[in-house]
C-alpha cells in the first residue's frame, strides 16, 4: 500500500511536468536551437585556400570575434540603426498617445456604438503587415493615390512621401495604423479591471472627467503602459516588412535601411550567413539591453513611488 500512494503521489506531483513537456520540446527545437546555431555561426567563417577551386579549398573554421569587429565597424548597419532610431522617435510616442486617447475615450458613460468603435480601431491590426505596407505604398504613389488626385483638383501642393524627411513619416504612419488598436485594446482591458467604486468617489468629491482621466485612469493603467511600451521598443527595432514592401515603390529605401534587412542582405544576397549571424546576434543583445534597461527603470520607479 505504501509503494502504490507512493506511486500516486509521484504521479501527481509528475503531472505539471508531462503537461509543460510538449511546449517546452517546441520552445526547444523551434527558438533555443536556432538561436543557439546562429551564435555558433558567428563565431565561424569561410577560410578559402588558393584559387577556392577543388576539394577541400573552401573550408570552415573558427573566427572568434572578427564577424562582430567588422558588423561594428560596419558603417551601413550603424546608419540602418540610426534611421530605426529616427523611425521610432515617431511612431512609439504616437502610437501609444492614440491608443491611450482612444482607451480613455472608449472608457466613458458618454460614448456610442462602443462595440463598433472597438472593432474599427482594432480592425487594422488584423491586417498582415506586408499587406497594409502594400495598401499604403500605392496610396502615396501620385499617380494611383487618391489623395494626389484630390490635392490636384483643389490646387495644393502634392509632397512626395517617398523620398526624403516624409519617407520617415509614410513609413511611422503605416505602423501606427496598424499597431494603435492592439496597444489600445491591452490598455482598455486594464481600464475596465478598475474598480467603478473609485470613480464614484473622485466625482463625489468634484473631480472632472479630464482630473479622473489624467489623476486617477492613466496612474493606474501605469503597467499596461509600460507593457505596450516594451512591445513597441521591440517591434520598432525589428522593423523589417514596411521598409522592404516600399522598397520597389522608392529609390529612397536602400537595401540596408533598417539593420534587419542589412542581416537580410547579407545572408541571402551576399551569401555571408556568419556576419549576418553575428549581426542579428548584435541586435538581439541591443533589444535585450534595452528592454531590460527599461524594463528596470519602471520597476525601480514604481518602488520608490510605494516607499513614498
Known amino acids: 500500500?505504501?509503494?502504490t500512494?507512493?506511486?500516486?503521489?509521484?504521479?501527481?506531483?509528475?503531472?505539471?511536468?508531462?503537461?509543460?513537456?510538449?511546449?517546452?520540446?517546441?520552445?526547444?527545437?523551434?527558438?533555443?536551437l536556432p538561436i543557439g546555431y546562429a551564435v555558433w555561426l558567428s563565431f565561424r567563417k569561410v577560410?578559402?585556400?588558393?584559387?577556392?577551386?577543388?576539394?577541400?579549398?573552401?573550408?570552415?573554421?573558427?573566427?572568434?570575434?572578427?564577424?562582430?569587429?567588422?558588423?561594428?565597424?560596419?558603417?551601413?548597419?550603424?546608419?540602418?540603426?540610426?534611421?530605426?532610431?529616427?523611425?521610432?522617435?515617431?511612431?512609439?510616442?504616437?502610437?501609444?498617445?492614440?491608443?491611450?486617447?482612444?482607451?480613455?475615450?472608449?472608457?466613458?458613460?458618454?460614448?456610442?456604438?462602443?462595440?463598433?468603435?472597438?472593432?474599427?480601431?482594432?480592425?487594422?491590426?488584423a491586417v498582415p503587415g506586408v499587406v497594409a505596407a502594400l495598401m499604403w505604398g500605392f496610396l502615396y504613389l501620385p499617380d494611383v493615390s487618391?489623395?494626389?488626385?484630390?490635392?490636384?483638383?483643389?490646387?495644393?501642393?502634392?509632397?512626395?512621401?517617398?523620398?526624403?524627411?516624409?519617407?520617415y513619416l509614410a513609413l511611422s504612419n503605416i505602423a501606427v495604423w496598424g499597431g494603435t488598436g492592439f496597444n489600445m485594446i491591452v490598455i482598455y482591458t486594464s481600464l475596465r479591471s478598475v474598480p467603478a467604486e473609485v470613480y464614484e468617489a473622485a466625482k463625489l468629491d468634484g473631480a472632472t472627467p479630464l482630473q479622473i482621466a489624467l489623476r486617477i485612469k492613466i496612474p493606474m493603467v501605469a503597467p499596461s503602459l509600460v507593457l505596450t511600451f516594451f512591445f513597441s521598443i521591440i517591434a520598432t527595432l525589428q522593423v523589417?516588412?514596411?521598409?522592404?514592401?516600399?522598397?520597389?515603390?522608392?529609390?529612397?529605401?536602400?537595401?540596408?535601411?533598417?539593420?534587419?534587412m542589412k542581416v537580410y542582405q547579407d545572408a541571402f544576397?551576399?551569401?555571408?550567413?556568419?556576419?549576418?549571424?553575428?549581426?542579428?546576434?548584435?541586435?538581439?543583445?541591443?533589444?535585450?539591453?534595452?528592454?531590460?534597461?527599461f524594463l528596470r527603470a519602471a520597476n525601480r520607479r514604481d518602488k520608490q513611488e510605494e516607499a513614498r
Not at 506511486?7 to 533555443?32: E, H, I, M, Q
Request: aromatic share 12%; glycine share 10%.
Open 269 to 293: 544576397h551576399r551569401g555571408d550567413i556568419y556576419s549576418a549571424a553575428a549581426e542579428a546576434t548584435l541586435i538581439a543583445l541591443a533589444t535585450l539591453v534595452l528592454s531590460f534597461g
Open 146 to 167: 487618391p489623395f494626389y488626385y484630390v490635392l490636384d483638383r483643389l490646387g495644393l501642393p502634392q509632397p512626395d512621401l517617398l523620398d526624403g524627411g516624409p519617407l
Open 5 to 32: 500512494a507512493s506511486r500516486k503521489s509521484y504521479g501527481v506531483k509528475g503531472a505539471p511536468y508531462a503537461f509543460l513537456l510538449p511546449a517546452t520540446v517546441l520552445f526547444l527545437l523551434f527558438f533555443a
Open 47 to 125: 577560410h578559402v585556400s588558393g584559387l577556392g577551386l577543388g576539394s577541400g579549398a573552401r573550408k570552415e573554421v573558427w573566427a572568434g570575434f572578427e564577424n562582430y569587429t567588422g558588423a561594428i565597424q560596419d558603417s551601413e548597419l550603424l546608419h540602418g540603426a540610426l534611421r530605426v532610431l529616427g523611425y521610432g522617435c515617431i511612431v512609439v510616442p504616437v502610437m501609444l498617445g492614440l491608443a491611450m486617447l482612444f482607451a480613455l475615450m472608449l472608457d466613458t458613460d458618454r460614448v456610442r456604438l462602443a462595440p463598433f468603435t472597438r472593432l474599427a480601431i482594432f480592425l487594422p491590426y
Open 240 to 260: 523589417f516588412n514596411e521598409p522592404t514592401t516600399l522598397k520597389p515603390l522608392t529609390n529612397s529605401v536602400n537595401t540596408s535601411w533598417s539593420p534587419l
Open 1 to 3: 500500500m505504501t509503494g
